[in-house]
């Protein structure tokens, strides 16, 4: 399994950017699907957007033509890139792993707190 570390939150004006990042320790990274997901005070867990290990890319419908997905595999590191923040993208922002062999071998991040706020 990996062990993943996020960076990248803060605090920022709405319609403002941040990009999130996700490094991953551990080798094989090309063979994780990887994920974003977010928590909201007082919500459920949600996943943002994700992207395959072949790089197929998946988003929610609220965060659609405004976040973008990546990876790097030669830097095991996943990418969020967050343009048009709204106040309700305010939220710990969470990394994900799921091996592509064996969806119970599954790691999360300790996450990363985004504030969209003036």
């Known amino acids: 399994q990996v062990h993943l570390v996020e960076s990248g939150g803060g605090l920022v004006q709405p319609g403002g950017s941040l990009r999130l990042s996700c490094a991953a320790s551990?080798?094989?990274?090309?063979?994780?699907?990887m994920g974003w997901h977010r928590q909201a005070p007082g919500k459920q867990r949600e996943l943002v957007a994700s992207?395959?290990?072949?790089?197929?890319?998946n988003y929610a419908d609220s965060v659609k033509g405004r976040f973008t997905i990546s990876r790097d595999n030669a830097k095991n590191t996943v990418y969020l890139q967050m343009n048009n923040l709204k106040p309700e993208d305010t939220a710990v922002y969470y990394c994900?792993?799921?091996?592509?062999?064996?969806?119970?071998?599954?790691?999360w991040g300790q996450g990363t707190q985004v504030t969209v706020s003036s």
């Open positions: 994900n792993s799921v091996w592509k062999y064996n969806s119970d071998l599954s790691s």
């Open positions: 551990g080798s094989a990274f090309s063979t994780y699907h």
């Open positions: 992207i395959a290990s072949g790089g197929r890319t």
